[in-house]
C-alpha cells in the first residue's frame, strides 16, 4: 500500500509541473490573430534578347528595298534613313505586336559640337538616336499602369526589357510602331553581330539626339578595353501604390520607376555617358548601350534636337508617328 501511495504522490508531482511549463510557454509567446507572412521580393522580370540567330528574315530580300543611311554635314550633321535595317529581323506582325515592317522616311539632325548642359534632359519624349543601320532607338514606350478607373498613371511608365508584358520584340529587342516604323529598345543584336570584334575595340553604332556618338558596351579605360554596365538596379521593397489608382507589389522591373540609379556603382552615368577615350577622339563624351538595364540611355547631357521629338520627323504624308501598343499578358 505504501509502494501505491508513493507512486499516486510522484504522479501528481509531474502533472503539476507539466501544467506550469504548459502556462509558462503560452504566456510567453501570445497569439497574434493577425500575423501576415511578408512579401519576398526577389523577382527580377527584367529580360534582353542577344541571340541574334532568332533573327532570320532579310528584310530588304522581303520588301525589295534598300536600307538607307545618309549623313551630310554642314552646320549641322543631317541623317536621312528610311528605317529599314541593313540585318536580319524576326517575325512581324506577331503575338506582341501586330503591325508590319515598311518604309517610313524620316529626316534628323544633330549638332556637329554637342556640349554637357548644366542638367540633363529625359529622353522620354524623344527618339533618342538613329543608329548606322537606319534604325532609331528610344528606351521608352507609351504605355503606363492602368488605374482602376481605366486612366492611365503616366507617373509608372512600363518598361520594355521585361518578360511581365508581351511587346512582340525581335532578337534586336525591336518591333513595329502602327506606321510601319521599326525600332530598337534596346541592344540590337543582329547588326551587333555583323561588326563584333569580340571586345577588342569599342564599336561606333550611331549618333544621339543632342550629337554625342553612341558606343556599343566596350569601353576604354586606362588603355585596356573592358565591358561596361549601367550603374541602376532595382529598388528594395514594394512599391508605395493601392494596386487601383497606382501599382502595389514589389520593384520587379516592370516599371521604369522601379529602378534607381547608385552613384559610384558604374563608369556610366545616369544617363548611360562617360567621358573617354574614343577612336574619334582622346577625349570626348560619349553614350553607351548596355546589356544590363536600360540598355538605351534614359536621357541626355546635351539639347535634343527638335527632329526626334517624337511625332516631329516627316512619316507617310507628313502625319505624326504613333507609337505602339502592348498586349499585357
Same mark, same amino acid.
Given at each position: 500500500?505504501?509502494?501505491?501511495?508513493?507512486?499516486?504522490?510522484?504522479?501528481?508531482?509531474?502533472?503539476i =509541473?507539466l501544467? *506550469?511549463?504548459?502556462?509558462?510557454?503560452? +504566456?510567453?509567446?501570445?497569439?497574434?490573430?493577425?500575423?501576415?507572412?511578408?512579401?519576398?521580393?526577389?523577382?527580377?522580370?527584367?529580360? *534582353?534578347?542577344?541571340?541574334?540567330?532568332e533573327?532570320?528574315i532579310d528584310i530588304?530580300n522581303?520588301?525589295?528595298v534598300?536600307?538607307?543611311?545618309?549623313?551630310?554635314?554642314g552646320t549641322?550633321?543631317? *541623317?536621312? /534613313?528610311n528605317?529599314i535595317?541593313?540585318?536580319?529581323?524576326?517575325?512581324?506582325?506577331?503575338?506582341?505586336?501586330p503591325?508590319t515592317?515598311?518604309?517610313?522616311?524620316?529626316?534628323?539632325?544633330?549638332?556637329?559640337? @554637342?556640349?554637357?548642359?548644366?542638367?540633363?534632359?529625359?529622353?522620354?519624349?524623344y527618339?533618342f538616336?538613329?543608329?548606322?543601320?537606319?534604325?532609331?532607338?528610344d $528606351?521608352?514606350?507609351?504605355?503606363?499602369?492602368?488605374?482602376?478607373?481605366?486612366?492611365?498613371?503616366?507617373?509608372?511608365? =512600363?518598361?520594355?526589357?521585361t518578360n511581365?508584358v508581351?511587346?512582340?520584340?525581335?532578337c534586336?529587342?525591336?518591333?513595329?510602331? @502602327?506606321?510601319?516604323?521599326?525600332?530598337?529598345?534596346? /541592344?540590337?543584336?543582329?547588326?551587333?553581330?555583323?561588326?563584333?570584334?569580340?571586345?577588342?575595340?569599342?564599336?561606333?553604332v550611331g549618333?544621339?539626339?543632342?550629337?554625342?556618338?553612341?558606343?556599343?558596351?566596350?569601353?576604354? *579605360?586606362?588603355?585596356? =578595353?573592358? /565591358?561596361?554596365?549601367?550603374?541602376?538596379?532595382?529598388?528594395?521593397g514594394?512599391? @508605395?501604390?493601392?494596386?487601383?489608382?497606382?501599382?502595389?507589389?514589389?520593384?520587379?522591373?516592370?516599371?521604369?520607376?522601379?529602378?534607381?540609379?547608385?552613384?559610384?556603382?558604374?563608369?556610366?552615368?545616369a544617363?548611360? &555617358?562617360?567621358?573617354?577615350?574614343? $577612336?574619334? +577622339?582622346?577625349?570626348?563624351?560619349?553614350?553607351? =548601350?548596355?546589356?544590363?538595364? @536600360?540598355?538605351?540611355?534614359?536621357?541626355?547631357? &546635351?539639347? $535634343?534636337?527638335? +527632329?526626334?521629338?517624337?511625332?516631329? &520627323?516627316?512619316?507617310?504624308?507628313?502625319?505624326?508617328?504613333?507609337h505602339?501598343?502592348?498586349?499585357?499578358?
Amino acid at each position: 500500500m505504501r509502494q501505491i501511495k508513493s507512486i499516486l504522490r510522484f504522479l501528481l508531482f509531474t502533472s503539476i =509541473i507539466l501544467t *506550469i511549463f504548459s502556462c509558462s510557454d503560452q +504566456s510567453d509567446e501570445p497569439i497574434d490573430d493577425n500575423n501576415e507572412e511578408a512579401l519576398i521580393c526577389d523577382t527580377n522580370t527584367f529580360f *534582353i534578347r542577344l541571340d541574334p540567330s532568332e533573327c532570320a528574315i532579310d528584310i530588304q530580300n522581303n520588301l525589295s528595298v534598300s536600307s538607307l543611311y545618309s549623313e551630310s554635314l554642314g552646320t549641322e550633321r543631317t *541623317i536621312q /534613313t528610311n528605317s529599314i535595317p541593313n540585318h536580319k529581323v524576326g517575325m512581324f506582325p506577331n503575338s506582341g505586336n501586330p503591325n508590319t515592317i515598311s518604309v517610313v522616311d524620316f529626316e534628323y539632325q544633330t549638332s556637329l559640337s @554637342p556640349t554637357k548642359g548644366s542638367s540633363t534632359t529625359s529622353a522620354q519624349g524623344y527618339t533618342f538616336g538613329i543608329l548606322m543601320s537606319g534604325v532609331s532607338i528610344d $528606351p521608352f514606350t507609351a504605355e503606363y499602369f492602368k488605374q482602376s478607373n481605366n486612366e492611365s498613371n503616366r507617373d509608372w511608365n =512600363i518598361t520594355t526589357l521585361t518578360n511581365a508584358v508581351n511587346l512582340g520584340l525581335d532578337c534586336n529587342n525591336a518591333h513595329v510602331q @502602327p506606321s510601319g516604323k521599326y525600332h530598337y529598345h534596346g /541592344t540590337p543584336s543582329a547588326l551587333l553581330s555583323e561588326l563584333d570584334n569580340n571586345g577588342e575595340t569599342m564599336i561606333h553604332v550611331g549618333f544621339a539626339a543632342d550629337g554625342f556618338p553612341i558606343y556599343y558596351k566596350y569601353v576604354e *579605360i586606362e588603355g585596356a =578595353i573592358t /565591358t561596361a554596365e549601367s550603374g541602376y538596379s532595382l529598388k528594395e521593397g514594394e512599391r @508605395p501604390g493601392d494596386g487601383n489608382s497606382a501599382p502595389d507589389g514589389c520593384y520587379d522591373g516592370t516599371y521604369f520607376q522601379d529602378y534607381e540609379y547608385v552613384s559610384g556603382t558604374s563608369v556610366l552615368d545616369a544617363c548611360n &555617358g562617360m567621358t573617354g577615350k574614343t $577612336p574619334d +577622339s582622346e577625349s570626348e563624351y560619349f553614350y553607351v =548601350i548596355t546589356d544590363n538595364f @536600360p540598355s538605351a540611355p534614359l536621357c541626355f547631357t &546635351g539639347t $535634343p534636337d527638335n +527632329s526626334f521629338r517624337n511625332g516631329a &520627323g516627316p512619316g507617310p504624308s507628313g502625319s505624326a508617328q504613333p507609337h505602339h501598343h502592348i498586349i499585357l499578358e
